[in-house]
């Protein structure tokens, strides 16, 4: 028999992040929003609930438990249920933690896992996406120049999350044997971090942009050492989670339009009776569930070691139309009080347009 019900411990987990977003995120959100920051409380809160640590193994400092995809988007989507910059915040670390787990050499792991273990929160940043419109992932800008004792690199990255703080940098870059990720510490000569961005939305998460100025890196210093890695396995672990932010955030809209509909009375009666309305509504119910079946199916072919490039893909993209789609007409059903402050939506919208833009910021 096949079921898509959640586990037992799924549910109990997914409970507890809807208390977490409910009562940690939530209230911080729009302060957050219009400051452009994350108090440092928080950040350490976040922390505390292991996302990260937990899942680092333990001979490199972490707690060793299995990591779950499947169960690390339902974490997500709650969390970004309560507000998708304070998710990214929380989550991003993993984006870098996860990939040096999953790929980098044993060097590697035992000298850049152990802080992430640790009980204060630890920034490490996946630096994959670049600027312009015709970015792929996959094809990187960012050059890598093999000499004699490594590697040189050239190019900028963008919208790199908690850049303002993070130690390490792993920087996609082209080379001789194709897209390869390098580990850049902080501190390289040639690397200039220039932050804050001003973005549309996510205002409140700190994103840096990297600009690589003839980089140089030892050897040892590209993921895998000499066996190397493979950064598709890293951007379709990216594109799941934020396939699954996109459903957390395209939820809060429904749960938000919703109860508005009904209490709002247009010509006599509440506007959610209206034959429109209530089609909206229903289709943007529909396009939710349809959002996190193809996110849960492309997380389950990653648990399960499967090649999920495709599954993540679709996922991710049609994330991004429904969730714009989904955050626009929740606008829609707000009328004139979908543009002002004092709801939420309009700083949902922002966030979902920004979210459709933003390629290798965590991990599952």
């Known amino acids: 028999m096949i079921s898509f019900q959640p586990t037992d411990e799924q549910e109990v987990v997914r409970e507890a992040m809807h208390e977490f977003a409910e009562t940690a995120m939530r209230p911080l959100a729009r302060d957050c929003d219009e400051a452009s920051k994350i108090p440092e409380e928080f950040l350490a809160k976040a922390w505390d609930l292991g996302l990260v640590g937990t899942q680092v193994p333990e001979a490199f400092g972490g707690a060793g ?47 850049l896992l152990p802080p992430f273990g640790g ?62 990720l390098f580990v850049v510490p902080r501190d390289a ?73 009904k209490e709002r009375v247009s ?5 959610a009776q209206k034959q429109a309305i209530a089609f909206r509504l229903a289709e ?28 993540a893909h679709l996922a991710r993209d049609y994330a991004a139309r429904q969730a714009m789609w989904i955050a626009d007409h929740g606008v829609q059903v707000l009328g004139g009080h979908g543009f002002i402050r004092e709801h939420p939506v309009e700083m949902w919208y922002r966030n979902a347009r920004t979210l459709g833009v933003l390629e290798g910021a965590v991990s599952v």
């Open 65 to 111: 438990e299995a990591r779950s995809p499947v169960t690390n988007a339902i974490v997500l989507e709650e969390l970004a249920w309560g507000d998708a910059s304070l998710a990214l915040a929380a989550i991003a670390p993993a984006g870098f933690a996860f990939a040096v787990a999953d790929q980098g050499s044993d060097e590697q792991k035992r000298e």
């Open 189 to 261: 000569a040639g690397l200039t971090i220039q932050q804050p961005e001003k973005n549309l939305g996510l205002r409140a998460l700190p994103t840096a942009t990297l600009r690589l100025d003839g980089v140089e890196v030892a050897a040892a210093d590209r993921l895998g050492g000499a066996a190397g890695s493979d950064p598709q396995r890293a951007i379709d672990r990216a594109r799941v989670a934020l396939a699954a932010l996109m459903t957390g955030l395209s939820r809060a809209v429904l749960d938000y339009a919703v109860p508005y509909a």
């Open 284 to 311: 943007m119910h529909i396009e939710i569930e349809s959002m996190r079946w193809l996110c849960w199916k492309a997380a389950s072919r990653l648990e399960q070691g499967q090649v999920a490039t495709r599954d």
């Open 119 to 180: 009980e204060s929160y630890r920034a490490g940043a996946l630096a994959l996406a670049e600027p312009g419109p015709t970015f792929d992932p996959r094809a990187p800008q960012t050059r890598a120049e093999a000499k004699a004792r490594g590697y040189r690199l050239s190019g900028t990255k963008c919208l790199v999350p908690m850049g303002d703080r993070a130690s390490h940098f792993l920087v996609s870059a082209a080379g001789e044997r194709g897209t390869e």
């Open 267 to 271: 010509f006599g009666k509440p506007i």
